[in-house]
């Protein structure tokens, strides 16, 4: 029995071993240049499409669409959001070094990438009947940690800082009855703090699919189901 269960231990430690390294990547060899099809579940059902794409030195830019339904006085809305941003990306031991003087050289292994994204968000409303008040620009920025190994299993958790767009009621009984925009549409007055959480496994060197959740204290949470497709392997 001590002799089968010695073997069963030996085959799964070879198996795993072999998983590892599968793509023949470094573990932390995260891929910043992609696109990425989302399935998006909040409200009402929706989907985003995003492009990364890495450029030289730390940095990387993406670009996103999203749209989603919203429910206001029994009827449903499309909301579509772009955003824009500019990221730079970092390992953990590479930041620390440096970071460090130099009297003191610090060797520590690069566990994880710590990223941080800051850009341009815009929201509007599809339909006639909604009028946004001021502008519906405004400032994006996120920041996380990538862990995991780049061969199969990644995790990512991640601080989403940002205004949305909210639906109000115009209160002008004319709107009602005329063409008029009815209802209102703002900025929240604060931002929005989301936290994220996602799970990403690859495939193969070009494939990838992921699941995300993200939690927010302005609109409803949100869970995110797709498919990536790496540029370079």
Same mark, same amino acid.
């Given at each position: 029995? /001590?002799?089968?269960?010695?073997?069963?231990?030996?085959?799964? @430690?070879?198996?795993?071993?072999? $998983?590892? #390294? &599968?793509?023949d990547?470094e573990?932390?060899?995260y &891929?910043y240049?992609?696109?990425?099809?989302?399935f998006?579940?909040?409200?009402?059902?929706?989907?985003?499409? +995003?492009l990364? !794409?890495?450029?030289?030195g730390a940095?990387?830019?993406?670009?996103?669409? &999203?749209?989603?339904?919203?429910?206001?006085?029994?009827?449903?809305?499309d909301?579509v959001?772009?955003?824009?941003?500019?990221?730079?990306h970092?390992?953990?031991?590479?930041?620390?070094?440096n970071?460090?003087?130099?009297?003191? @050289?610090?060797?520590?292994? +690069?566990l994880?990438?710590?990223?941080?994204?800051?850009?341009?968000?815009t929201?509007d409303?599809?339909? $006639?009947?909604?009028?946004?008040?001021?502008?519906?620009?405004?400032?994006?920025?996120?920041?996380?940690?990538?862990?995991g @190994?780049? #061969?199969? %299993? $990644?995790? /990512?958790?991640?601080?989403?800082?940002? /205004?949305?767009? !909210? !639906?109000?009621?115009?209160? #002008?009984?004319?709107?009602?009855?005329?063409?008029?925009?009815?209802?209102?549409?703002?900025?929240?007055?604060?931002?929005?703090?989301?936290?994220?959480?996602?799970?990403?496994?690859?495939?193969n060197?070009?494939?990838?699919?992921?699941?995300e959740?993200?939690?927010?204290?302005? !609109?409803? #949470?949100?869970?995110?189901?797709?498919?990536?497709l790496?540029? %370079? $392997?």
């Amino acid at each position: 029995m /001590k002799k089968i269960i010695l073997m069963l231990l030996i085959c799964l @430690n070879a198996v795993l071993l072999a $998983e590892a #390294n &599968k793509l023949d990547r470094e573990s932390s060899d995260y &891929k910043y240049t992609s696109v990425g099809i989302h399935f998006v579940e909040s409200d009402k059902s929706g989907f985003a499409v +995003n492009l990364s !794409i890495d450029l030289p030195g730390a940095f990387y830019v993406t670009l996103e669409r &999203k749209a989603d339904g919203v429910d206001y006085k029994k009827e449903s809305y499309d909301k579509v959001i772009d955003t824009a941003r500019l990221g730079v990306h970092m390992g953990i031991g590479d930041l620390i070094s440096n970071m460090s003087s130099g009297d003191v @050289n610090l060797k520590v292994k +690069n566990l994880f990438d710590v990223f941080a994204e800051a850009g341009i968000k815009t929201s509007d409303f599809d339909g $006639e009947r909604f009028n946004f008040e001021g502008d519906d620009s405004h400032a994006s920025f996120i920041a996380g940690i990538r862990f995991g @190994n780049s #061969n199969h %299993w $990644e995790g /990512k958790v991640f601080l989403d800082t940002s /205004k949305e767009a !909210i !639906i109000t009621d115009s209160g #002008n009984p004319v709107c009602r009855a005329l063409s008029c925009p009815p209802y209102d549409a703002e900025l929240s007055d604060d931002s929005d703090k989301k936290f994220g959480i996602g799970v990403l496994y690859n495939i193969n060197k070009r494939s990838a699919i992921f699941l995300e959740a993200t939690s927010s204290k302005v !609109i409803d #949470n949100s869970f995110k189901l797709g498919y990536q497709l790496n540029f %370079w $392997e």
